[in-house]
């Protein structure tokens, strides 16, 4: 398991991976009350003996969203977590924003309630978003191509094979170029 080191006050913490919640509250608050609780909820339940609310002022609650975006931007970057690129078209763009499409997609996926998929640990609700959009798109044969297509604009090294095989490729050979 993961975890993530902060600094309170003169003490180091170490902190476990935040909930699907815990980020929302962090990263995306309706106000700034419910940044700051979910700031004390997030270091409360990870560290015991401590009152959290006597000790956390502004700058720590800063502090800890923009080191804990970091962190956990460095952890989504990684294959296991990155869920595809996916190409939208006219039909699919909406007005409006939704924000629990990400939820509804991990729960109908994963067969949960929102709640229990509110609860999981972030890295593992990345892991089972990127499974649902693999999972949904390969449903369809224009999502296997919108699929094929996020493989190839995200692969850092060339596919040989089919270089290879280009009749370009193939004419230089022959004429010895």
Not at 116 to 130: A, N, S
Request: glycine share 4%; with cysteine.
């Amino acid at each position: 398991m993961q975890a993530f080191q902060f600094r309170l006050g003169k003490q180091l913490l170490t902190i476990g991976i935040p909930t699907v919640r815990e980020c929302d509250g962090l990263f995306s608050p309706i106000n700034s009350y419910e940044k700051i609780d979910a700031a004390e909820k997030y270091l409360s339940r990870n560290i015991e003996g401590i009152t959290v609310r006597d000790k956390l002022s502004a700058l720590d609650i800063i502090a800890l969203e923009v080191r804990l975006g970091a962190w956990l931007a460095q952890i989504k970057e990684t294959p296991a977590y990155k869920a595809p690129p996916v190409q939208s078209t006219a039909q699919t763009v909406l007005p409006y924003d939704c924000t629990t499409t990400h939820i509804k997609a991990v729960a109908e996926y994963a067969r949960m309630s929102f709640p229990e998929v509110w609860e999981l640990p972030i890295t593992d609700f990345w892991k089972l978003f990127r499974d649902a959009i693999i999972w949904n798109y390969s449903r369809t044969a224009e999502g296997i191509d919108q699929l094929e297509h996020a493989k190839a604009i995200s692969a850092t090294e060339p596919d040989r094979e089919k270089l290879g095989s280009s009749p370009a490729i193939a004419r230089r050979r022959k004429n010895g170029e």
